[in-house]
């Protein structure tokens, strides 16, 4: 089992990144409000929104709330670190979908759905994979 240092700078470095992440998503959707357009958080973003929560409430606060002697925690923290870590991988290929951009729905032209159908099956995907690692880990850690 990972030592509680590592995983806690894992999570805080997804943390952080999420942060920035959704900082540029709520600034974007606020211009996009004011030219009366369309706001939304794409799908894909939803990815990264749920690891840097994991990251926070299932890493980091666990290690410091109980301890990182503590067992469970350290269980806890590892299934959650290592479920926030593929939902991050699986966000690169979705947010590529979302915005049409190569070699992720290409084939599509017109005004954006969210989610677009390419970013909704990486987006399923990635929960899935993320599910079976967490599952995974559960129980080999």
Not at 22 to 40: A, D, I, N, P
Request: net charge positive; aromatic share 10%.
């Amino acid at each position: 089992m990972p030592d509680p240092c590592t995983l806690s700078t894992v999570a805080s470095i997804i943390s952080g990144f999420g942060v920035a992440m959704l900082s540029f998503r709520l600034q974007r959707e606020l211009y996009m409000g004011e030219q009366k357009e369309r706001q939304w958080i794409p799908w894909a973003d939803w990815l990264y929104i749920g690891a840097t929560v994991a990251s926070l409430l299932l890493v980091i606060l666990p290690l410091i709330a109980v301890g990182p002697q503590s067992g469970a925690a350290r269980r806890l923290a590892c299934v959650a670190c290592s479920a926030s870590v593929v939902s991050v991988c699986g966000y690169i290929p979705s947010i590529l979908a979302h915005y049409r951009i190569r070699p992720f729905g290409r084939k599509r032209s017109g005004p954006r759905d969210n989610p677009e159908p390419e970013e909704r099956k990486s987006f399923y995907l990635t929960l899935l994979i993320a599910g079976a690692v967490a599952l995974w880990v559960l129980f080999t850690a």
